[in-house]
């Protein structure tokens, strides 16, 4: 096959997912069935992944294991994980090297931070009222399009 386009050794993983690999990969149809089925299932959870980042869910996890799922068929993938890896590494060090007394400076600020942020979303709440704000905002969203249904128990 051409570069690019086979799919790369495993060298890490447990023993029997290598042993089902090297054999899923023995045979042209299997290799071709198993390299649809994983770029399908792959693709599939990074657009959930994709979809999480703006709804409820763990959206950059989805996408990394979808990343890791599609490393297993593709080298431009592997590539990407290895990159990605490599990141997380000097991040991690540059961590565990950072002065105490910055790293709890930060630390304070980013509480402070949220304490603000949650001081700010209460008081938005109180002063607008959070029962009627949320009410009011769903029967304006209503006006809008037909497809909204209506609010339970209203």
């Known amino acids: ?32 069935v198993t390299k649809v089925v994983v770029t399908c299932v792959g693709a599939l959870v990074i657009v959930a992944g994709l979809v999480m980042m703006v709804a409820p869910g ?22 990407w994980v290895d990159r990605l890896r490599s990141y997380a590494h000097d991040a991690a060090q540059k961590a565990r090297e950072m002065d105490p007394a910055v790293r709890r400076r930060r630390i304070g600020w980013a509480l402070l931070g949220v304490v603000v942020v949650a001081a700010g979303v209460s008081w938005y709440l109180w002063a607008f009222g959070w029962p009627e704000l949320a009410v009011d905002g769903w ?10 249904p209506e609010l339970p128990g209203m």
């Open 58 to 79: 763990p959206g950059i996890v989805a996408i990394l294991v979808g990343l890791g799922i599609l490393s297993t068929e593709w080298d431009w993938a592997d590539r």
């Open 1 to 32: 096959m051409e570069e690019g386009v086979h799919a790369p050794e495993l060298d890490y993983g447990p023993h029997w997912l290598r042993r089902w690999h090297a054999r899923a990969h023995a045979n042209p149809v299997t290799g071709l």
């Open 139 to 148: 029967n304006w969203v209503q006006e809008i399009s037909g497809v909204v």
